[in-house]
């Protein structure tokens, strides 16, 4: 038995172990949706494939890995060696959706595999039919980029050229691909050292008890929160806009019940699986489900495979939470992933209201494809800036320009300068939305305003994928809901809406985006908002109104 002080030091060493990956990670990649807006997340994974720790990044992403090591583990049973390196992305082999790209170190003493250093880091590019790794057209998965079933791509520490070769040629911009598939394996590889360093201080045997303690200590937090909510069955319901070809108003529908220390959530009444890319692999619909557990519990409760185990899932393959393949997938890291924690999260306010967020702003990205008339060269440009707001809780109000409640304030925007550096655009306007978010006791985060003008000298062309231009924000118990996004494209004398999910959209030089992003949900009554709050409002131009309410 391994004493308490011992395990709690070895719990912070892994936590400090993938922090220092996801350092390492931003340091060196190449991509600005990595070096800038931090769409990666690193872990570590024991034998058994147990998440152990995750660092502070994409909460979505970590949730799956388990699915994943173990289809790596299943793939490669008895040849796996030190100085080996992985490679998955395939939805239905553990992964996400296909532009998250998982590299896998495994981690040996002597000739025991004892963990894995993973990195999973979402690329600019994965294949497929267009530019961006997002395909709204897509009716099946293949038509969403390369899929890489469990790889082996460095064989006991020599890399095997012509899969990297294979790999590299199969998505546009190689060049970046490859300096990104570099970065995650260094960072995986700072996992692996730092944790052959704590195996060497401590001992092999002493680590596996304090991990196995660790797992049950966290479970034993997770379920001494639930225990205090109120036992009952709960019902809640998340709208998606449609699913960008033939489908409207596609609901997730979680059933929740509460017993005791622990709950389960039924999924299986939720939509009919659908023709475009809102369509969720299994893995993703567990990490959505892990999601919301984690916004749920105590924030210095570590979340990891023992934490998980508070929570039983039921769920209907066939629907959109858990696809067929060859289903169409990619949107799902987004939406549905953040409908199914949503959806559980309103469920919940019946059984611990003081534990319960408004929703927040949904995903709406574009990504631009066209030549940099400086360089000459060919650029993708992912739109991360004009972020929607954070939903409020119960706490205070929600957090302005967050992002999507999938990634919970992880995904950034990068620095305006750098990127009209790196690409041929100019932000005439980056600010905050007034009045876009959702009253309330604590109202929700505002959303952004972004004018972006095209500076190109030949057509470029972009893509669109996203939600929440139909359903907002939702209010929470008596909050009300935030505004949607709103987006259009001024080119010439014409200006048009843009939809969340289309291809092919043509992009003139001198074209402007004005884009509105949505406002997070409030919480609580709004007549119970202070005076204070509402004149603090007012001086910092989050509302517009002259005819505020009074407040308390």
Same mark, same amino acid.
């Given at each position: 038995?391994?004493?308490? $002080? ?21 340091? =060196? ?73 998982? !590299? ?65 040629? &199969? ?13 995650? $394996? ?35 937090? !997770?379920?001494?929160? $639930? ?106 890291? &987004? ?30 990205? $574009? !990504? ?176 517009? !109104?002259?005819?505020?309410? =009074?407040? &308390?």
């Amino acid at each position: 038995m391994v004493d308490p $002080i011992t395990v709690s030091v070895i719990t912070h060493r892994f936590e400090a172990i993938v922090e220092e990956m996801g350092e390492a990670m931003l340091r =060196t990649a190449y991509s600005q949706i990595l070096n800038s807006s931090r769409d990666f997340s690193t872990a570590i994974a024991d034998q058994q494939s147990r998440l152990v720790a995750q660092a502070e990044h994409v909460p979505i992403h970590v949730g799956s890995i388990p699915w994943a090591v173990q289809s790596v583990s299943d793939f490669f049973a008895g040849d796996v060696h030190p100085g080996d390196v992985f490679l998955l992305n395939d939805p239905y082999h553990g992964g996400n959706h296909l532009p998250d790209l998982t !590299a896998f170190v495994p981690i040996f003493a002597g000739d025991t595999l004892l963990f894995w250093s993973i990195n999973r880091s979402h690329q600019s590019d994965i294949g497929g039919s267009t530019h961006g790794a997002y395909n709204p057209a897509a009716t099946e998965i293949w038509q969403e980029g390369v899929r890489i079933t469990p790889l082996k791509l460095y064989d006991a520490g020599k890399v095997r050229a012509d899969v990297m070769k294979m790999v590299a040629t &199969n998505v546009r911009h190689a060049e970046d691909f490859l300096g990104d598939l570099r970065a995650m $394996i260094g960072s995986a590889r700072v996992g692996e050292r730092r944790v052959h360093e704590l195996l060497e201080e401590y001992g092999a045997e002493t680590v596996i008890q304090s991990v196995e303690e660790l797992f049950n200590s966290s479970e034993r937090e !997770a379920r001494a929160c $639930i225990s205090e909510w109120k036992d009952g069955t709960y019902y809640g319901e998340c709208i998606l806009d449609d699913d960008g070809q033939d489908f409207t108003d596609v609901h997730i529908r979680a059933k929740v019940v509460v017993h005791g220390d622990s709950f389960t959530v039924d999924l299986s009444d939720s939509h009919k699986q659908v023709h475009g890319f809102i369509n969720s692999s299994y893995p993703n619909m567990m990490s959505a489900v892990y999601m919301a557990l984690a916004y749920m519990i105590e924030p210095t409760t570590p979340k990891n495979s023992g934490t998980f185990r508070v929570v039983d899932v039921i769920a209907k393959q066939g629907t959109v939470v858990w696809a067929f393949p060859p289903a169409p997938v990619t949107l799902a890291t &987004n939406h549905c992933a953040q409908e199914i924690g949503e959806a559980i999260i309103k469920a919940l306010a019946g059984a611990c209201p003081e534990r319960v967020i408004a929703g927040w702003g949904r995903r709406f990205r $574009i !990504a631009i494809k066209g030549i940099d008339p400086r360089t000459e060269r060919q650029f993708i440009w992912h739109l991360f800036h004009a972020r929607p707001g954070g939903g409020a809780s119960p706490v205070g109000d929600g957090w302005e320009t967050a992002g999507e409640g999938q990634a919970a304030g992880a995904s950034k925007f990068g620095s305006i300068e750098v990127a009209e550096t790196r690409f041929p655009l100019f932000f005439e306007k980056h600010e905050f939305r007034p009045d876009s978010f959702g009253d309330g006791e604590f109202r929700g985060g505002a959303g952004s305003v972004l004018t972006l003008r095209m500076e190109i000298e030949e057509p470029a062309i972009a893509n669109t994928a996203g939600d929440g231009a139909v359903y907002p924000s939702y209010g929470a118990l008596g909050g009300e809901d935030g505004k949607p996004h709103h987006y259009t494209l001024v080119s010439g004398d014409t200006t048009r809406v843009l939809k969340t999910k289309e291809v092919g959209i043509a992009v003139n030089p001198g074209d402007v985006f004005y884009i509105e992003s949505a406002g997070g949900g409030g919480y609580g009554p709004a007549e119970k908002r202070s005076a204070h709050a509402r004149e603090l409002d007012l001086q910092n131009g989050f509302v517009m !109104a002259s005819d505020l309410p =009074t407040g &308390n």
